[in-house]
C-alpha cells in the first residue's frame, strides 16, 4: 500500500520513519522544506510537491499537523488532500478540535472520502519506539488497512467509533497531563523551598501513590530542563488547553483547575516561556512569588 505522510515535526518523523520500517512506500509533504530534505536523507522517501500530489498518489494519507489552522490548509481548499481525486482515506493524528475534525469529516464524505482523527498519546521517545497510544474515531474494524498502519507507529489502538470521538479524548487526555505538570512543577518548588533536593524529591515521588508513566519519562526534563532537548513545548499545552475549555463552554461542563493551569501557562508565554518544553513551569514557578 502507497502511503501518504504530511507532518514531519517532533512526533509526525518519528511516526513516519516507523512506517517506512514496517515495509511501507512512504511518500512525504511538509509545509516547510528543511524536515523533508532531513527525512528523505535518513528513510530515502519520495516526496510529494504539495498536499494534493500527496492524495493524488497514494491510497491512505496520514497527518501529524500542529493546529486547526494548519489543517484546514492541508485539507480544504483546490489543492487540498480531500478536493484532489486519489487517496479515499485520509487519518488526522494531531490534536484538533473537535469541531473542526467534524468539518473535515463531513468535506471528505461528500468528496467520497473518509476521514479518521486518530490522535496520539505518548512523547517522542513513545513515536520513536513504536509504543504510542492511539485513539481513534472510528468503530474497529471500518477500515481493514489502518489497524495495521497503526501498529506500525503505536502499542494500542482504542476504537471509539465515530467522527470526533478521538479528538475529545485526546483532550481529556492532555487536560490531565498538564495538570499534572502543573502540579509536579508546583510540589517540586515547594520541596525546594523546604530544603529537600529535587532529586531527592522525584525519587519520592516516582515510588508514591501519585506515580504516572509520565513522571518517569520526563524525570530529566524536570531535572534539567535546559539540558535536554525539547518534547512538548508550552505554547503547544497552551494550545491543548484552550481547546479543552472551548469544547467544556460548549458542553456546558466546569473545568476550574484546567482553567487555573490556563492562567499559569498564559504567564508562562509573556515572560517568554512559550517555545520552551512544557517542563520549564518549574523554571517558571521557582521565579513567582505568592
Known sequence: ??????????????????????????????????????????HGAKVAPGPGNLAAANDLVVTVLANDEAARAVYLGPEGLIEVPGANLLVEMGTMSPDLVRELAGAAARAGKSFVDAPVSGSTQAAQDAQLLIMAGCEGGAYPPLAEVFDAMGRKTIWLGSAGAGAVMKLAVNMLIHGLNQTVCEALTLVGRAGISERDAFDVFENSAAAAPMLSYRRALYLDEAGQDVSFTIDLAHKDVKLALALADDLGVGLPQTQTTLGVLEHARSAGFGPRDMASILAYMKGHKR
Not at 18 to 33: D, F, K, L, Q, T
Open 1 to 42: 500500500m502507497k502511503l501518504g505522510f504530511a507532518g514531519l515535526g517532533r512526533m509526525g518523523s518519528r511516526m513516519a520513519a516507523n512506517c517506512v520500517r514496517a515495509g511501507y512506500e512512504v511518500m512525504v509533504w511538509n509545509r516547510s522544506p528543511g524536515p523533508v530534505e532531513t527525512f528523505v536523507q535518513a
